[in-house]
């Protein structure tokens, strides 16, 4: 019984450290670390989503992507024609399917999802 | 407003402060810092590490409980699980740089004599400490300061259950001559919950 006693005793002295002088100084040491990590962090995120939109936009560009848009393209022109022959409410997809700026704002929005789905999976992991 | 985000967390209620700390409030977790940092260099301290290494380890230990803030579940106080990560990555470090072999062999070899002191002395904890031999002092703070059960103490020192429990045993019995008896002083509420 004394022999427990005296373990609560010690558990009590060891729970009773002082406070330290230089506690505040101590803290704001570790809070300089944690916001230098923090921030090396984000620069990595940052780069590694840059990093990862250049390599997605240079694979679409290399993958013929962008041909096989245009076919699709011309498909779309094609289809609209005979589609205008049936109504002329198709008119929408003669405009939206016309020139090759399509694929341009196609592949744009690519890149910058790619970029993004990658930032997050970093910033995840 | 930077003061008043400062002020609302030293109200804060530790478990709280872990919160935003899981969603990566540094401040909150600096919060914490304050509070425990004495208590978690103290241990260390008390386990034979001295001033500039507690502080190092002490820091580690907080900078590891931040990445791994989101396993505190809040079963124990915030304070024990800190000392706990202290107190492994002090091991840690003994091992890397070879020293924990040296002080448990130490140990076992060297017996230092100790003088029946004047139980109604008014020792502190430090200075009684420092009668022990250094595997004691190593696994009693272990045990009493940073909380761990003698079978974790023994898998951190990769030593053997039973020379673990005779180190603290031996420990003890030198703690217990050197301590004034109890004056049964009660500690005052500390904020928080460490």
């Known amino acids: 019984m004394a022999e427990l006693e005296f373990e609560r005793r010690l558990e009590r002295l060891f729970a009773e450290s002082p406070e330290l002088a230089d506690a505040g100084a101590f803290a704001e040491r570790v809070e300089r670390r944690l916001n230098a990590g923090w921030t090396a962090r984000r620069w990595l995120i940052g780069a590694a989503g840059v990093v990862g939109g250049v390599i997605g936009a240079s694979q679409l560009m290399m993958s013929g992507l962008f041909q096989r848009v245009e076919t699709a393209g011309d498909s779309a022109r094609f289809l609209s024609t005979s589609l205008n022959h049936l109504s002329t409410t198709t008119d929408w997809i003669t405009a939206v399917s016309s020139g090759g700026a399509v694929v341009w704002v196609a592949a744009g929005l690519a890149v910058i999802m790619m970029g993004f789905v990658l930032t997050r999976v970093i910033g995840e992991i | ?194």
């Open chain 2, 1 to 194: 407003m930077p003061g008043a985000r400062h002020s609302r967390f030293a109200s804060s209620h530790d478990v709280e402060l872990c919160g935003f700390a899981a969603t990566g409030e540094r401040r909150a977790f600096g919060e914490l810092v304050r509070r425990h940092g004495s208590a978690v260099r103290g241990v260390l301290r008390r386990m034979g590490a001295q001033g500039a290494e507690a502080d190092d380890v002490a820091q580690d230990a907080f900078l590891t409980a931040f990445e791994r803030i989101a396993e505190f579940r809040g079963e124990g106080t915030f304070a024990a699980w800190v000392k706990k990560i202290a107190a492994r990555i002090y091991l840690r470090r003994l091992q890397r740089d070879r020293r924990l072999s040296s002080m448990t062999a130490e140990a076992i070899e060297d017996e230092p004599e100790v003088p029946r002191g004047d139980a109604d002395a008014n020792i502190d904890l430090e200075e009684a400490l420092k009668a022990l031999s250094e595997a004691e002092r190593l696994c009693v703070s272990m045990c009493f300061g940073a909380g761990l059960s003698h079978t974790e103490a023994a898998e951190a020192l990769n030593l053997p259950l039973g020379t673990v429990k005779s180190h603290v045993k031996r420990g003890l019995e030198k703690l217990r001559t050197r301590l004034a008896p109890d004056d049964g002083v009660v500690l005052e509420g500390r904020r928080g919950n460490g």
